[in-house]
Nanobody
Framework: QLELVESGGGLVQPGGSLRLSCAASGATLDQHDIGWFRQAPGKEREWVSC????????DYADSVKGRFTMSRDKAKNTVYLQMDSLKLEDTAVYYCAAVWSLGWVCPKQYTNWGQGTQVTVSS
């Protein structure tokens, strides 16, 4: 059973950076598409980014494009989300998710989810 654990969240000032990690255990992330999502208080969960395993491509929501970078280290069975130029509106609980890779674009449904890590951007 694939389990995901996020880490790296915390409190940061506007304009600062954080790197989130999503470590997998119980199974390899190979042949899985991985997504990052976030949920702010009182708001619906929002898709942030994904890696499509078949093509090795990444995609980002417009709200984070140019500021966030997603990467994966297959040797460590870990996915990362580098977040730069953070804004107040980036404050949320961030989740990583995985699904067996079947397509060529970011999937809409994921089968495995982590517990989330809190990111707070505040001055």
């Amino acid at each position: 059973q694939l389990e995901l654990v996020e880490s790296g969240g915390g409190l940061v000032q506007p304009g600062g950076s954080l790197r989130l990690s999503c470590a997998a255990s119980g199974a390899t992330l190979d042949q899985h598409d991985i997504g990052w999502f976030r949920q702010a208080p009182g708001k619906e969960r929002e898709w942030v980014s994904c890696i499509v395993d078949r093509v090795g491509s990444t995609d980002y929501a417009d709200s984070v494009k140019g500021r966030f970078t997603m990467s994966r280290d297959k040797a460590k069975n870990t996915v990362y989300l580098q977040m730069d130029s953070l804004k107040l509106e980036d404050t949320a609980v961030y989740y990583c998710a995985a699904v067996w890779s079947l397509g060529w674009v970011c999937p809409k449904q994921y089968t495995n989810w982590g517990q989330g890590t809190q990111v707070t951007v505040s001055s």
